[in-house]
Structures are given as structure tokens and as C-alpha cells.
């Protein structure tokens, strides 16, 4: 019997730090600075990307940096990074250079963002709220490598770890979604009214994560929206 008891208390444990559910108009919050509060999201697919296309909502203290969405490898910390300088703009790093789209502020208002890249070209692509800023290249020819670890509120300076609470996002995000190839256009638009096209890497209605010290999931605060899944 306390064998049993046992067990279960180690499945109800297990169940209360991972989750694997819809997290639709659901947002994590991270309400301080720290060097501990992160999510790390676990990728349902495994394989080398040759294209990606991450999209969030992201609604955080603009005063300072922060980043925004960390994929490590364990030969690349920084194998894909979007991060936000504050006073410079959104930098893209893909296999560890990264390129600089300038921006002097983002609204304090929630932001949508999506990144795109390709191997095939280097083309990168930053578009908020549905509008693209000009394209730019990088790493073209570069394969992302296998076995991530992906984290939300902090930027790896080591696999899964390596934290700087000065780098850490105060603030909400939601809606992530990541594809192993580029969205078009139309797509991205569709994505940031509500749309959702089979995100096959990270897929925010079948979320696979871990929450760290002090996140919780609180309702969005963006617009919601009813759209089906195409």
C-alpha cells in the first residue's frame, strides 16, 4: 500500500510540472526580474531545420532587454535567438551570428512577432502586428542542429541554462507557434488575425512545457480570437 501510495504521489508530482495541453487564450507570465523564472517548451519534432517561422505575442517592460525566445543546441546556445536591445531593436541569431533589425521603442502594448528564416537563401524576415520590416540575410546554407532546448523568459548562455536576470523578459507570452519552414505572406497575416496553420515543431493548442519557479498562465491580454485551425 505505501508502495502504491508512492507511485502516485511521484505520477501526480510529474504531472503538476509537465504539460502537454491547449493553452489557447491562456499566456505565461513572468511578473520580476529573475535569473530562475523561465518555461522550457519541448519540440514535437526532432529533426535538422533547413527553414522556421516562429510566431508569439509578446507583451513585456520595454525599459529594458530581454529575450524573447532562446533554442540552444549543444553546439550553439544561441542556435536560434530573438531578442529585443532596448534602444537598438530585434536581433535574429541563427547558429550563433545573429543580424540587428532596428527599432528605437515597441509599443508597451502586446506585440505580435514572427521570425522567419531559410537555409536555401539566408533570407531572415521580422514582421509585427502583420506588417514585415525589410528582409535580410544570414547563414545562408546553415542546417539548425537536432535535440534543442527551447526556453521562454531567459537567454541561454550555456544548454538549458547560463541565465542573466538582465536578460530575463518581465511580462507575458502566449500564442507560440513554430513551423519548419517559411509561412507566406498571406499565412503570417492569417496567424496574427487568429489563424493557425498545423505548426508542426511548436504547437501552442497541444503545448508540451515545463514551468520554472515563478511563471503562472493567466488569460491573454491580446484580442481573442475563434479561428480554426487550417
Not at 5 to 20: D, M, R
Not at 21 to 49: C, H, R
Request: a negative charge; proline letters at 4%; glycine letters at 8%.
Amino acid at each position: 500500500m505505501e508502495k502504491l501510495l508512492w507511485c502516485l504521489l511521484i505520477t501526480i508530482s510529474f504531472s503538476q510540472a509537465f504539460g502537454h495541453e491547449d493553452m489557447s487564450k491562456q499566456a505565461f507570465v513572468f511578473p520580476g526580474v529573475s535569473a530562475t523564472a523561465y518555461v522550457s517548451l519541448e519540440a514535437e519534432s526532432k529533426k535538422p531545420l533547413e527553414a522556421f517561422t516562429v510566431c508569439l505575442y509578446a507583451h513585456a517592460d520595454v525599459s529594458r532587454s530581454f529575450s524573447i525566445f532562446s533554442y540552444a543546441t549543444k553546439t550553439s546556445f544561441n542556435e536560434i535567438l530573438l531578442f529585443w536591445t532596448r534602444g537598438q531593436g530585434f536581433s535574429i541569431a541563427v547558429g550563433g551570428p545573429e543580424i540587428l533589425f532596428s527599432a528605437s521603442e515597441i509599443p508597451e502594448v502586446p506585440t505580435h512577432i514572427c521570425a522567419t528564416w531559410e537555409s536555401a537563401t539566408g533570407i531572415v524576415e521580422l514582421w509585427l502586428d502583420g506588417k514585415p520590416r525589410v528582409r535580410k540575410s544570414l547563414q545562408k546554407g546553415y542546417i539548425v542542429g537536432t535535440n534543442a532546448s527551447i526556453i521562454l523568459g531567459q537567454e541561454q548562455d550555456s544548454y538549458g541554462g547560463g541565465f542573466d536576470a538582465n536578460q530575463s523578459l518581465v511580462g507575458d507570452i502566449g500564442d507560440v507557434n513554430m513551423w519548419d519552414f517559411v509561412l507566406s505572406p498571406e499565412q503570417i497575416n492569417a496567424v496574427y488575425v487568429g489563424r493557425v496553420f498545423s505548426p508542426n515543431v511548436l504547437n501552442w493548442r497541444a503545448l508540451k512545457y515545463e514551468t520554472h519557479s515563478d511563471v503562472f498562465i493567466k488569460p491573454q491580454l491580446w484580442p481573442l480570437t475563434d479561428c480554426c485551425e487550417s
